[in-house]
């Protein structure tokens, strides 16, 4: 199975800051048809994840250009500009590339 | 409006079965491939199984293998979960989530039913 390693596992921010998530994984998520399939997810407290970011960088519709994602093979960044209220939560990467499909063990984003 | 609804969840005692459904509306359900995804409390999220559109292609977690199966009825636009010789380890709150056409991430989750697996 491909393990999907989040760090840091916590973070703290101020309104109006910037953080860096970062995710990998044990092997490449370059699919075979050349696609690479690195998704990022939001759950904010008491409800389902949202999606963030498909595709390594691509935003999904409505998320806001704060948000963007970058990376190759096996190394993925989620970054986050200008942090509001509404950012916190625990963000989650996963990967579609191999079956069984896996999420990153989660980051908990907090107000410093 | 995508929706997608779940139920059929509760508490259950270890080794018995429960099955659950995850009602879908405003997308054309029959076209696209769905999954379940399940949370332990306080936990991350795991992959638990996907079923393609026309159920041909079936995948599970190994966690889960030979004791759920997932299954679909598009002419009831209702994805399901059967579920038997549960386990505590299989307590959590179950989502269903569709990726896009031929795409492999969630655009759109359910709100989850909760299954506690308890004496």
């Known amino acids: 199975d491909v393990v999907m390693t989040q760090t840091p596992v916590s973070l703290s921010v101020s309104l109006g800051g910037q953080v860096s998530i970062s995710c990998r994984s044990s092997?490449?998520?370059?699919?075979?048809?050349?696609?690479?399939?690195l998704s990022w997810y939001l759950q904010k407290p008491g409800q389902s994840p949202q999606l963030l970011i498909y595709?390594?960088?691509n935003r999904f519709s409505g998320i806001s250009d704060r948000f963007s994602g970058s990376g190759s093979g096996t190394d993925f960044t989620l970054k986050i500009s200008r942090v509001e209220p509404d950012d916190l939560g625990v963000y989650y990467c996963?990967?579609?590339?191999?079956?069984?499909?896996?999420f990153g063990g989660g980051t908990k984003l907090e107000l410093k | 409006e995508v929706q997608l609804v779940e139920s059929g969840g509760g508490l259950v005692q270890p080794g018995r079965s429960l099955k659950l459904s995850c009602v879908a509306s405003g997308f054309t359900f029959s076209n696209y491939g769905m999954n379940w995804i399940r949370q332990a409390p306080g936990k991350g999220l795991e992959w638990v199984a996907y079923?393609?559109?026309?159920?041909?292609?079936?995948y599970y977690a190994e966690t889960v293998k030979g004791r759920f199966t997932i299954s679909r009825d598009n002419a009831k636009n209702t994805l399901y979960l059967q579920m038997t010789s549960l386990r505590s380890e299989d307590t959590a709150l179950y989502y269903c989530a569709r990726p896009p056409n031929w795409e492999r991430y969630f655009d759109y989750w359910g709100q989850g039913v909760m299954v506690t697996v308890s004496s």
């Open positions: 092997q490449s998520l370059v699919h075979n048809n050349g696609n690479t399939y």
């Open positions: 595709k390594v960088s």
């Open positions: 079923i393609s559109s026309g159920s041909s292609y079936i």
């Open positions: 996963g990967q579609g590339t191999q079956y069984p499909w896996t």
